[in-house]
């Protein structure tokens, strides 16, 4: 049984065409699944919609195999993280995580017991008779989370909860977020554009462009086997080198049939300071060094080729200085992709 | 804040030359420094004085005088007032001032919020319907008075000819001691309507949406939604928009004067229009300064009591 199941759904808003069409989608049960794509490929559109708050304009979502077609919102066991948090600013920290338990009218000594386990959980016990507006940012967003914990809900839907918060607490909340998933072994859906959120607490990502799914499988999956340009491109970071192989200056002659472009990832490429002819099975570009980035552990190299520009990710070692080199990657490391950008296996 | 200062500081510092700073320029530089705001804000606080301290104090110095305009004043100290509080029609006036207050601000505040309710959403009939109930607040009170006179009268008006057609009896609107306030009271809600509205449905619109969306998946019903979400999230426009309806009712004047004339026999005799008889009809100017003096002294108190009672359940600060 799948969790949540989307079944040739399609959205369109008002009398515009639709953002998204005919999209099949399954989300596994006790999965934490990323909704990841570039801004505008209609992430938030899926999630509302498997909320109850947008209406689909054809198809059926279904959660534990019941058609939400006329579940209200409330009623489809989901609780919703937005991004802004959504605190009802009128009310203290304790009322807004116990709003929702009250309209169901749970017996007051459940309800505080609840209130209490849940506030503990994300450490506000100190706070909690204070408004939202006397809370920092990072604690509004455990406020919100306590809000959708504490209603049990059998799936979490997050629309890019940590997108307010600053760099070093994003990374502390994402930790906290993979124990919650651990520990609440519920689904949760999570819509992000940021990779490294995707890859580092997702079991399962899909990746969306333009309102339809263009990868979905495993972080490993996902970085290892692109199934296309699309995917190649945006996973990583920074993202694989493609460049068209009509361009390069030396020849790959083992590429398979029908191949248009190559890719590599930065961090498979090494750095040389001259040809070595004799050497075979190694994609190699001549370029100029144009910038190089000194991040600590690695460095990453940006060369003007030939065939446009390139990067390398060199984890260690000495400083690459400025002037000609050679990049080359060892052919197991390089991918194909024909003339529409899908990958050749 | 402290820019500002700051940029005062170098202005004053250029425009004061300083090779060598005595003592006394010194002196001068700080002094010059310290005037700058009250400078800045004189030209207002004169027009206030002029225009608004000055006619308050005379009012208050007036009232302690007998004076008809042309002859001289005579001093009768406490005398206007002792005169007032033991005129019964003065306790009379009071009380409708009050009814008409109370009555008309409170319908006209509750059926706001109920429209804006309705109202809110941005659709094409909502505009026109907002626009329909707006006209009335934007029409002269000279042209509604003489609407409403034409459509409360007893014989020949639209109102009762259509209770006639019901099958009801006319009602004497503006001629019966016992509707006539009520018939005020319905034009004054009737004309001030639309401008609670807008002001409402504008504050019910700045909400953030998602307000409501977190509401829906809280299982919150649309009445709790109204009472835990909306009203205390528009409450510094309502306070503030409450109390500007109740101390434009106090100063009603316009409405009687041209529809009642405070009659029959003082039914919609408000304070206003007392003290304007007093002081334009049979030329009382300081007991109508004694009445003026009552006025302010009431709105004053009701204020502060207003505020007293609930600018603590003001709900003030941002979204969060
Ligand atoms: N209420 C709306 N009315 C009309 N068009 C909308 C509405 N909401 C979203 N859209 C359109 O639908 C498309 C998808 O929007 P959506 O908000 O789902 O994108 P997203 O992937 O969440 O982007 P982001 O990462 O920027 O949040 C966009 O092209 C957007 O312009
Ligand atoms: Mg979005």
Redesign the pocket.
Same mark, same amino acid.
């Given at each position: 049984m799948t969790g949540i199941e989307l079944r040739g759904v399609e959205k369109a808003?008002?009398k515009?065409p639709p *953002?998204i069409e005919n999209l099949d989608l399954q989300i596994e049960e006790g999965s934490f699944t990323i909704l990841l #794509?570039p %801004? #505008?490929? #209609?992430? %938030?559109?899926i999630l509302r919609m498997i909320a109850g708050l947008e209406r689909e304009t054809a198809g059926h979502i279904f959660i534990n195999g019941e058609d939400m077609r006329d579940v209200s919102p409330g009623g489809r066991g989901i609780a919703m993280v937005f991004q802004n948090y959504a605190l009802y600013p009128t009310m203290t920290v304790k009322e807004n995580i116990e709003f929702g338990l009250k309209n169901i009218k749970t017996p007051k000594q459940e309800r505080e017991a609840r209130v209490t386990e849940v506030v503990k959980m994300v450490g506000l016990t100190n706070y909690v008779n204070r408004k939202p507006q006397h809370l920092s940012g990072g604690q509004r967003q455990r406020v919100a989370l306590a809000r959708a914990i504490v209603k049990k809900p059998k799936v979490f839907l997050m629309d890019?909860p940590l997108s307010n918060l600053d760099a070093k607490l994003r990374a502390q909340i994402r930790t906290d977020l993979i124990e919650l998933h651990r520990n609440l072994g519920a689904t949760f859906v999570y *819509?992000t554009?940021d990779q490294v959120e995707a890859m580092s607490m997702g079991t399962d990502i899909v990746l969306l462009d333009n309102g339809r799914i263009r990868q979905q499988g495993s972080p490993g999956s996902i970085y290892s086997a692109p199934r296309n340009l699309f995917t190649a491109q945006f996973i990583g970071s920074p993202p694989m080198n493609v460049v068209k192989a009509e361009d390069m200056e030396y020849r790959v002659d083992h590429a398979p049939h029908g191949t248009v472009s190559l890719g590599f990832r930065p961090e498979n490429a090494v750095i040389v300071s001259e040809r070595n002819p004799s050497e075979r099975g190694r994609a190699l570009f001549r370029g100029e060094l144009a910038a190089r980035e000194i991040l600590g552990d690695h460095a990453i190299y940006k060369f003007k080729t030939a065939c446009g520009s390139i990067r390398a990710k060199i984890m260690s070692g000495s400083t690459v200085e400025y002037g000609e080199w050679f990049v080359g990657v060892d052919r197991k490391y390089l991918y194909y992709f024909d003339e529409k950008g899908d990958a050749i296996i | 804040m402290r820019d500002i200062e700051k940029v005062i500081d170098e202005y004053i510092t250029l425009a004061i030359p300083m090779p060598r700073m005595a003592a006394a320029e010194k002196f001068l530089r700080g002094t010059a420094r310290a005037a700058t705001p009250y400078i800045m804000v004189a030209p207002a606080i004169l027009t206030l004085c002029v225009f608004v301290v000055y006619p308050i104090m005379y009012m208050i110095w007036l009232s302690a005088f007998r004076w008809d305009m042309i002859g001289p004043k005579i001093y009768v100290g406490l005398g206007n007032f002792i005169e007032l509080f033991s005129n019964p029609d003065f306790y009379l006036v009071i009380g409708n001032t009050f009814k008409f207050m109370s009555l008309s601000v409170s319908i006209s505040i509750i059926l706001a919020l109920f429209l804006a309710v309705y109202l809110k959403a941005n659709t094409r009939v909502n505009a026109l319907l907002q626009s329909f109930i707006f006209t009335p607040y934007i029409t002269s009170m000279v042209s509604v008075a003489f609407i409403w006179a034409w459509l409360m009268n007893s014989e020949y008006g639209l109102l009762n000819f259509m209770l006639g057609k019901a099958g009801v009896g006319g009602v004497r609107w503006l001629e019966d001691a016992g509707a006539a306030m009520y018939s005020m009271i319905l034009v004054a809600v009737w004309k001030g309507l639309g401008y609670n509205v807008i002001i409402l449905i504008s504050a019910m619109r700045a909400i953030p949406r998602q307000l409501y969306e977190a509401a829906v998946l809280d299982n919150t019903k649309p009445f709790r939604t109204f009472f835990r979400i909306t009203l205390p999230m528009i409450s510094p426009t309502l306070f503030f928009l409450t109390l500007m309806n109740i101390i434009a009712a106090f100063k009603v004047f316009d409405q009687i004067a041209l529809m009642t004339g405070g009659g029959p026999i003082n039914a919609t005799n408000t304070l206003v229009f007392d003290i304007y008889q007093f002081g334009f009809k049979f030329y009382q100017l300081g007991y109508a300064s004694a009445q003026g003096v009552v006025l302010m002294a009431l709105i004053a108190v009701c204020t502060a009591a207003y505020f007293g009672a609930l600018s603590k359940r003001v709900h003030y600060g941002g979204e969060a």
């Amino acid at each position: 049984m799948t969790g949540i199941e989307l079944r040739g759904v399609e959205k369109a808003y008002g009398k515009n065409p639709p *953002v998204i069409e005919n999209l099949d989608l399954q989300i596994e049960e006790g999965s934490f699944t990323i909704l990841l #794509g570039p %801004s #505008g490929c #209609g992430k %938030s559109t899926i999630l509302r919609m498997i909320a109850g708050l947008e209406r689909e304009t054809a198809g059926h979502i279904f959660i534990n195999g019941e058609d939400m077609r006329d579940v209200s919102p409330g009623g489809r066991g989901i609780a919703m993280v937005f991004q802004n948090y959504a605190l009802y600013p009128t009310m203290t920290v304790k009322e807004n995580i116990e709003f929702g338990l009250k309209n169901i009218k749970t017996p007051k000594q459940e309800r505080e017991a609840r209130v209490t386990e849940v506030v503990k959980m994300v450490g506000l016990t100190n706070y909690v008779n204070r408004k939202p507006q006397h809370l920092s940012g990072g604690q509004r967003q455990r406020v919100a989370l306590a809000r959708a914990i504490v209603k049990k809900p059998k799936v979490f839907l997050m629309d890019e909860p940590l997108s307010n918060l600053d760099a070093k607490l994003r990374a502390q909340i994402r930790t906290d977020l993979i124990e919650l998933h651990r520990n609440l072994g519920a689904t949760f859906v999570y *819509v992000t554009h940021d990779q490294v959120e995707a890859m580092s607490m997702g079991t399962d990502i899909v990746l969306l462009d333009n309102g339809r799914i263009r990868q979905q499988g495993s972080p490993g999956s996902i970085y290892s086997a692109p199934r296309n340009l699309f995917t190649a491109q945006f996973i990583g970071s920074p993202p694989m080198n493609v460049v068209k192989a009509e361009d390069m200056e030396y020849r790959v002659d083992h590429a398979p049939h029908g191949t248009v472009s190559l890719g590599f990832r930065p961090e498979n490429a090494v750095i040389v300071s001259e040809r070595n002819p004799s050497e075979r099975g190694r994609a190699l570009f001549r370029g100029e060094l144009a910038a190089r980035e000194i991040l600590g552990d690695h460095a990453i190299y940006k060369f003007k080729t030939a065939c446009g520009s390139i990067r390398a990710k060199i984890m260690s070692g000495s400083t690459v200085e400025y002037g000609e080199w050679f990049v080359g990657v060892d052919r197991k490391y390089l991918y194909y992709f024909d003339e529409k950008g899908d990958a050749i296996i | 804040m402290r820019d500002i200062e700051k940029v005062i500081d170098e202005y004053i510092t250029l425009a004061i030359p300083m090779p060598r700073m005595a003592a006394a320029e010194k002196f001068l530089r700080g002094t010059a420094r310290a005037a700058t705001p009250y400078i800045m804000v004189a030209p207002a606080i004169l027009t206030l004085c002029v225009f608004v301290v000055y006619p308050i104090m005379y009012m208050i110095w007036l009232s302690a005088f007998r004076w008809d305009m042309i002859g001289p004043k005579i001093y009768v100290g406490l005398g206007n007032f002792i005169e007032l509080f033991s005129n019964p029609d003065f306790y009379l006036v009071i009380g409708n001032t009050f009814k008409f207050m109370s009555l008309s601000v409170s319908i006209s505040i509750i059926l706001a919020l109920f429209l804006a309710v309705y109202l809110k959403a941005n659709t094409r009939v909502n505009a026109l319907l907002q626009s329909f109930i707006f006209t009335p607040y934007i029409t002269s009170m000279v042209s509604v008075a003489f609407i409403w006179a034409w459509l409360m009268n007893s014989e020949y008006g639209l109102l009762n000819f259509m209770l006639g057609k019901a099958g009801v009896g006319g009602v004497r609107w503006l001629e019966d001691a016992g509707a006539a306030m009520y018939s005020m009271i319905l034009v004054a809600v009737w004309k001030g309507l639309g401008y609670n509205v807008i002001i409402l449905i504008s504050a019910m619109r700045a909400i953030p949406r998602q307000l409501y969306e977190a509401a829906v998946l809280d299982n919150t019903k649309p009445f709790r939604t109204f009472f835990r979400i909306t009203l205390p999230m528009i409450s510094p426009t309502l306070f503030f928009l409450t109390l500007m309806n109740i101390i434009a009712a106090f100063k009603v004047f316009d409405q009687i004067a041209l529809m009642t004339g405070g009659g029959p026999i003082n039914a919609t005799n408000t304070l206003v229009f007392d003290i304007y008889q007093f002081g334009f009809k049979f030329y009382q100017l300081g007991y109508a300064s004694a009445q003026g003096v009552v006025l302010m002294a009431l709105i004053a108190v009701c204020t502060a009591a207003y505020f007293g009672a609930l600018s603590k359940r003001v709900h003030y600060g941002g979204e969060a």
